[in-house]
């Protein structure tokens, strides 16, 4: 049985912002971090809320949100008690707050409490998706945390808000974007309605994202992107994910990669490796046709073989790094965290989609850049 259930309400659009004005008499807390605090993006927020309202800013949010983190935002969060949530940044900032509303539900923390998500990135998709990632630095592991109750009630979608976002973090996170649509695209329980979130998704950031690149002031690519990296996180909340995210998770937790970065490293293999599934390598094909990048005299192999070639055709035009020498890791290193790789692979909640789980001798395969 598939179920879809899409709960956010989405405002878009240059003007969107002025939603927060609407809120009076509120305790508002924003979460954050401080290199938007600093450089002053945070007024963009702060000046569109009436002086009703008291304001309580947190800007402690880093990289790959720390179970600490997310602990000591809850002991805020009772101390607070606010009445509206924002998350306002990347997907750390978001995950974060999504991880403090999951734990602090447990105290009755969140009754009543509305939530809204505004992204500075374009590329996870945490904005409109029930997961969070939260990492044990101890271990080096990133636990996926999934449930509706941590989907935002609103998420804002301000394009002006990215412009200042440098081309290679544009690149890392739009490749996230398309990783997100590809494995929903594959997944066990892809279905109508992920499908087509999936395929403009993709449809998007082959047309966008470079452009974002190029020109960090192009407003109509900015905003496509926007709402691939949403559409792309609707689908897989509905469909979920595979193992491309379950296996870069393991690289972001160990090598610090940046996720979106770890995504496009093993896009490509995955799909080559995926593709050995008939099941699989038919939906590959059926999306290259769709996007036109194939025609019906290609065999599903030739399809998936066009598939990645645009893949790899706009990673090196957008510099995007291929391989682990080219962020200064050894290749021999990964190599020999494999075996840890595939075993916390395995327990990542994205390889319950997928329709193919990888064994160690297949993660090694994927592994090989």
Same mark, same amino acid.
């Given at each position: 049985? /598939?179920?879809? &259930?899409?709960?956010? !309400?989405?405002? #878009?659009?240059?003007?969107?912002?002025?939603?927060?004005?609407?809120?009076?008499?509120?305790?508002?807390?924003?979460?954050?971090?401080?290199?938007?605090?600093?450089?002053?993006?945070?007024?963009?927020?702060? *000046?569109?809320?009436?002086?009703?309202?008291?304001?309580?800013?947190?800007?402690?949010?880093?990289?790959?949100?720390?179970?600490? +983190?997310?602990?000591?935002?809850?002991?805020? @969060?009772? /101390?607070? $008690?606010?009445?509206?949530?924002?998350?306002?940044?990347?997907?750390?900032?978001?995950?974060?707050?999504?991880?403090?509303? &999951?734990?602090?539900?447990?105290?009755?923390?969140?009754?009543?409490?509305?939530?809204?998500?505004?992204?500075?990135? #374009?590329?996870?998709? #945490?904005?409109?998706?029930?997961?969070?990632?939260?990492?044990?630095?101890?271990?080096?592991?990133?636990?996926?945390?999934?449930?509706?109750?941590?989907?935002?009630?609103?998420?804002?979608?301000?394009?002006?808000?990215?412009? =200042?976002?440098?081309?290679?973090?544009?690149? /890392?996170?739009? @490749?996230?974007?398309?990783?997100?649509?590809?494995?929903? &695209?594959?997944? !066990?329980?892809?279905?109508?309605?992920?499908?087509?979130?999936?395929?403009?998704?993709?449809?998007?950031?082959?047309? &966008?994202?470079?452009?974002?690149?190029?020109?960090?002031?192009?407003?109509?690519?900015?905003?496509?992107?926007?709402?691939?990296? /949403?559409?792309?996180?609707?689908?897989?909340?509905?469909?979920?994910?595979? @193992?491309?995210?379950?296996?870069?998770?393991?690289?972001?937790?160990?090598? $610090?990669?940046?996720?979106?970065?770890?995504?496009?490293?093993?896009?490509?293999?995955?799909? !080559?490796?995926?593709?050995?599934?008939?099941?699989?390598?038919?939906?590959?094909?059926?999306?290259?046709?769709?996007?036109?990048? +194939?025609?019906?005299?290609?065999?599903?192999?030739?399809?998936?073989?066009?598939?990645?070639?645009?893949?790899? =055709?706009?990673?090196?035009? @957008?510099?995007?790094?291929?391989?682990?020498?080219?962020?200064?890791? !050894?290749?021999?290193?990964?190599?020999?965290?494999?075996?840890?790789?595939?075993?916390?692979?395995?327990?990542?909640?994205?390889?319950?989609?997928?329709?193919?789980?990888?064994?160690?001798?297949?993660? *090694?395969?994927?592994?090989?850049?």
């Amino acid at each position: 049985m /598939n179920q879809v &259930y899409i709960k956010t !309400r989405v405002f #878009s659009g240059e003007d969107s912002l002025e939603r927060l004005r609407k809120f009076e008499k509120k305790k508002i807390w924003i979460i954050s971090d401080t290199f938007l605090v600093d450089n002053g993006t945070i007024d963009r927020i702060t *000046e569109q809320l009436d002086r009703s309202n008291r304001v309580v800013l947190c800007s402690d949010v880093v990289p790959d949100p720390p179970l600490s +983190a997310v602990a000591k935002g809850v002991a805020l @969060m009772g /101390n607070i $008690h606010p009445d509206i949530i924002i998350a306002f940044g990347g997907g750390s900032a978001i995950d974060t707050a999504k991880g403090i509303i &999951y734990f602090a539900k447990f105290s009755g923390f969140t009754d009543g409490v509305r939530f809204i998500a505004i992204p500075t990135t #374009s590329g996870t998709g #945490s904005e409109v998706s029930s997961v969070t990632v939260i990492t044990d630095p101890d271990t080096k592991i990133k636990h996926p945390i999934v449930d509706d109750e941590i989907l935002p009630d609103e998420v804002i979608l301000c394009p002006q808000l990215t412009c =200042s976002v440098p081309p290679s973090v544009t690149a /890392n996170t739009g @490749m996230d974007v398309l990783t997100h649509a590809l494995e929903a &695209y594959v997944s !066990r329980n892809a279905n109508a309605y992920s499908d087509a979130l999936a395929e403009k998704a993709v449809e998007y950031v082959f047309g &966008y994202l470079k452009r974002c690149c190029a020109d960090g002031n192009d407003m109509e690519a900015r905003s496509r992107m926007q709402e691939a990296s /949403n559409l792309a996180g609707s689908a897989f909340n509905i469909a979920g994910l595979g @193992m491309n995210h379950a296996i870069a998770h393991q690289l972001g937790g160990i090598f $610090h990669i940046p996720h979106g970065l770890a995504n496009s490293l093993i896009l490509i293999n995955v799909i !080559r490796k995926n593709s050995n599934v008939c099941e699989m390598r038919a939906r590959y094909a059926v999306l290259a046709r769709k996007l036109n990048l +194939a025609g019906k005299e290609h065999s599903d192999s030739e399809a998936v073989t066009l598939l990645c070639e645009k893949i790899r =055709s706009c990673q090196k035009e @957008m510099k995007i790094p291929v391989t682990f020498s080219e962020l200064g890791i !050894r290749p021999e290193s990964v190599l020999e965290k494999s075996t840890e790789i595939w075993k916390n692979a395995q327990k990542d909640m994205c390889s319950d989609t997928a329709i193919w789980r990888f064994d160690q001798c297949d993660v *090694e395969d994927v592994l090989q850049l």
